[in-house]
Nanobody, 126 residues
Framework: QVQLVESGGGVVQAGESLRLACAASGLTFSYTAMAWFRQTVGKEREFVGAIMWSGRTLDYADSVKGRFIVSRNNAGNTLYLQMNNLKPEDTGIYYC???????????????????WGQGTRVTVSS
């Protein structure tokens, strides 16, 4: 059974940084991609960034491009999200997800990902 556990959320001021982590257990096989999604107030869950099994990262969401970086450890079972220059509109719950099958790489959707963590809350105050 695949389990994903996010950590690293918290309350920060605008302009500060946070680093989220997602520890995956039960991944005894390769996966297609590990990704970060977020759900902000009044919006549907949206894609933030992802890294393929090959190590290639997908294009980031326009709203975080240039500020957020997705990476993983060498074993490929821990996913990170470095968030810099945080803005109040980045406030929300951040989820880690794993896809085992084919995914849409140009317009990533939550429906492509089979496993999800419980989320970690990020609050950015102005």
């Amino acid at each position: 059974q695949v389990q994903l556990v996010e950590s690293g959320g918290g309350v920060v001021q605008a302009g500060e940084s946070l680093r989220l982590a997602c520890a995956a257990s039960g991944l005894t096989f390769s996966y297609t991609a590990m990704a970060w999604f977020r759900q902000t107030v009044g919006k549907e869950r949206e894609f933030v960034g992802a890294i393929m099994w090959s190590g290639r990262t997908l294009d980031y969401a326009d709203s975080v491009k240039g500020r957020f970086i997705v990476s993983r450890n060498n074993a490929g079972n821990t996913l990170y999200l470095q968030m810099n220059n945080l803005k109040p509109e980045d406030t929300g719950i951040y989820y880690c997800a794993v896809a085992l099958g084919a995914i849409a790489t140009t317009h990533p959707t939550a429906g492509d990902y089979e496993y999800w963590g419980q989320g970690t809350r990020v609050t950015v105050s102005s």
